[in-house]
């Protein structure tokens, strides 16, 4: 991502920071949205899981995977059918 020059520079008694804005690719943010969101928006409307049930990093994890374990199981299953699905874990 490019990044533009600094729009502001602040020093305020030996405290210094910069403020930077990004130049935005329109075309490859709307990329971004048709691959990574789909999945996301997937799962928290017809999987139900649209908030955490746990608490804690690890916890929320740890559901997170498994919650994706099963989308991606579903699609599989969708895309193979459940034969060959069958027939590939068998081998």
Known sequence: ????????EYDDKD???KQIVYIVDKTLLR???TIVEHPFGTVKRHMN????LLK???KVQGE????FLAYNMKRVINVLGPTKLIEILAS
């Open 56 to 58: 804690g990093i690890e």
């Open 1 to 8: 991502m490019p990044e533009s020059d600094f729009s502001r």
């Open 31 to 33: 990329k971004r949205k």
């Open 15 to 17: 405290l210094h920071f």
């Open 49 to 52: 899981a649209a908030y955490c």
């Open 64 to 67: 997170f995977a498994l919650t």
